[in-house]
């Protein structure tokens, strides 16, 4: 069992920055496969980007590639996502997720957060 606290989302003009955070509790955090997917108003929500247990695996979404990276400290049951020249299209609720599988399917995680904002103004 996990739980899942996003923190980090603000508004940032565009071409800022902007690093999520996602505490998790529970002891077998590092077992866990992470996500992030994020949902737009009136749109579905979509894969960002995914890192493995240990890390030495990652995917992105393509338009976020050289712009966003996903990085886990498995010490601090903590996963982030540092997202740099951001644009008015990355304006979306940000979720975390964890799973027994890494990828970009919804269905490969079991445990969600509850999310954060993140808002860049066009």
């Known amino acids: 069992q996990q739980q899942l606290v996003e923190s980090g989302g603000g508004l940032v003009q565009a071409g800022g920055s902007l690093r999520l955070s996602c505490a998790a509790s529970g002891s077998t955090f590092s077992s866990y496969a992470m996500g992030w997917f994020r949902q737009a108003p009136g749109k579905e929500r979509e894969f960002v980007a995914a890192i493995s247990w240990s890390g030495g695996r990652t995917y992105y979404e393509d338009s976020v590639k050289g712009r966003f990276t996903i990085s886990r400290d498995n010490a601090k049951n903590t996963v982030y996502l540092q997202m740099n020249s951001l644009k008015p299209e990355d304006t979306a609720v940000y979720y975390c997720?964890?799973?027994?599988?890494?990828?970009?399917?919804?269905?490969?995680?079991?445990?969600w957060g509850q999310g954060t904002q993140v808002t860049v103004p066009s």
């Open positions: 997720a964890a799973g027994g599988r890494v990828g970009q399917h919804y269905d490969y995680y079991d445990y």
